[in-house]
């Protein structure tokens, strides 16, 4: 019998961590362009307990879950119990930003047992910011709040120096709590139905990369400005590995590495469409998309990068029924067959973890 860890996550965020607070505007602001970095990046060393960032092995978790004494436990109990070494914890999400001192406690409990803490940050995708600060959000021709298909979470203006600023300081937040690494998400415009979305700030003419790439010099430069040696990790659609278009979304893996310490794509296989790499259902073929897809990437990095790629993988299911331990260690697998070690990420939005594909290295196909 399989022993999954199930973690509960029924309870009131607001009385565990707090929300950030926004600076008041009445008119969009006058887009400016920050200069360029003028340094390299900082090394990335060994963490003070003991993990490397290129040797991280890490499952994630929502603030929700680890506000839940007994849920961090069994995280705790599963990390020693396997090869996992490192846990990623949303701070900052859609909801509101977390960094009160129950989560204070939650990464001193992590480092008490060796494990290496990533606080990960949503980005543009910010329903919180976009209610509290219309004037900052994207809004549709009748001009109430837009989301992407009619969804429920809207978007903030990813061209607003306010909104880069807010994300610069949950992420100081979040290094003078302990964490190890900030990860970022949703680090890009909106995709969907946008013909019918109305910026604040950016005008539609600059280029959507060129937005993102000044965001970057910007968030790492700032951040880098109060911790030097901060690791720094940036989530990408995995499409941007195969494609260099910055995929009507600003992103583009080059451009990326040149300002974060460590790139994750989303390589989950269920996200793919049908067709991709010729396979009329990607979701079972998780070995060759992820392999494939990390391939593709290289020829787009800069030949001197010493960036770290770290996938994020699938661990849940969807697109092809059950999704399960062994379909994890494949992706496992082509990460390493790929060139990249025996790093990554594991993404399953219930944090329901079965610790079988983490307990021992999987042999190469």
């Known amino acids: 019998m399989v022993n999954f860890i199930v973690l509960a996550a029924s309870v009131v965020l607001v009385v565990f961590g707090f929300r950030s607070a926004m600076p008041s505007t009445s008119a969009p602001e006058a887009t400016s362009t920050p200069a360029a970095p003028t340094s390299t990046l900082p090394a990335v060393e060994t963490s003070t307990v003991g993990v490397s960032p290129a040797d991280v092995r890490a499952v994630y978790l929502t603030a929700a879950t680890v506000s839940v004494p007994s849920n961090v436990r069994a995280m705790i109990q599963l990390v020693k119990s396997t090869r996992l070494n490192a846990v990623v914890v949303n701070v900052k999400d859609g909801d509101g930003t977390y960094l009160g001192p129950g989560m204070k406690r939650v990464v001193d409990e992590f480092h008490q047992n060796g494990i290496y803490t990533i606080a990960r940050i949503v980005v543009f995708q910010?329903?919180?910011?976009?209610?509290?600060?219309p004037e900052l959000a994207l809004r549709d021709t009748s001009g109430g709040l837009w989301s992407a298909n009619g969804g429920p979470s809207y978007w903030v203006d990813p061209a607003s120096h306010l909104v880069w600023d807010a994300n610069v300081a949950a992420a100081i937040?979040?290094?003078k709590l302990g964490f190890d690494e900030v990860n970022f998400d949703y680090i890009r415009f909106p995709s969907g139905s946008i013909q019918s979305?109305?910026?604040p700030v950016y005008d539609g003419i600059a280029s959507m990369s060129g937005i993102i790439d000044q965001f970057f010099s910007y968030l790492t430069s700032h951040i880098r400005a109060?911790?030097?040696?901060a690791v720094l990790s940036a989530d990408l659609f995995a499409y941007s590995f195969v494609k260099n278009d910055?995929?009507?979304?600003?992103?583009?893996v080059g451009d990326t590495a040149n300002y974060f310490n460590v790139i994750d794509p989303m390589v989950y296989p269920s996200l793919y469409t049908p067709g991709n790499f010729g396979f009329p259902n990607p979701a079972e073929e998780p070995y060759q998309v992820v392999y494939q897809t990390l391939e593709d990437g290289k020829k787009l990095l800069p030949a001197s990068s010493t960036v770290i790629i770290r996938p994020w993988i699938q661990d849940f299911t969807l697109g092809v029924p059950p999704y399960d331990a062994t379909m994890v260690g494949d992706e496992?697998?082509?990460i390493r067959a790929a060139g990249y070690g025996d790093t990554w990420m594991a993404w399953n939005p219930a944090n329901s973890y079965d610790p079988t594909p983490f307990l021992a290295t999987s042999s190469q196909p």
């Open 246 to 252: 910055g995929l009507g979304i600003g992103q583009h």
């Open 197 to 199: 979305a109305v910026y």
């Open 173 to 175: 937040g979040a290094l």
């Open 332 to 334: 496992m697998n082509a």
């Open 226 to 229: 109060a911790y030097p040696k």
């Open 126 to 133: 910010d329903t919180a910011m976009a209610k509290a600060h």
